[in-house]
């Protein structure tokens, strides 16, 4: 592995609204707006939201297929943009520094249109 090195994207198959309400289930965050969408129009979304910490679980689903997680030192994300039910998320990263034993990284989830939904950055060790 060097600096600079891109990472094999990870691409999800399109968010549905029946995976929001079981990720609703899993996560025990039942909030309307991501499942209701009446109520999710009524506080001027245009229909329901994806979770942001689902998204968060598709980049760290892709650091997993990148790096044994037993490796991961640290990860934090910014989210940029709310996702929607019909969009398809790809998770790109990259190789941008390292230390002495460890692997600075970024990476991006967006989707199909290229709108970025999180920006994040982790830390692995190298052996």
């Known amino acids: 592995m ?9 691409t999800k198959e399109e968010i549905t609204h029946t995976q929001l309400v079981r990720y609703a289930g899993a996560s025990g965050d039942f909030n309307p707006i991501h499942t209701v ?4 129009e009524k ?9 942001g910490m689902l998204i968060m679980g598709f980049v760290g689903k892709a650091i997993g297929t990148w790096f044994d997680v ?5 990860f934090s994300v910014r989210f940029n943009s709310i996702t929607r ?3 398809k998320i790809i998770v790109i990263g990259s190789i941008i520094g390292d230390t002495n034993e460890t692997w600075l990284c970024q990476t991006k989830a967006l989707n199909e249109k290229g709108e970025v939904k999180i920006t994040g ?3 692995v060790r190298k052996n």
């Open 85 to 87: 039910p019909g969009e």
């Open 43 to 51: 506080a001027g979304l245009g229909g329901v939201i994806a979770h």
């Open 121 to 123: 950055s982790f830390e």
């Open 70 to 74: 037993n490796r991961l030192q640290k």
């Open 37 to 40: 969408v009446p109520f999710a």
């Open 2 to 10: 060097e600096v600079g090195q891109e990472f094999i994207p990870l």
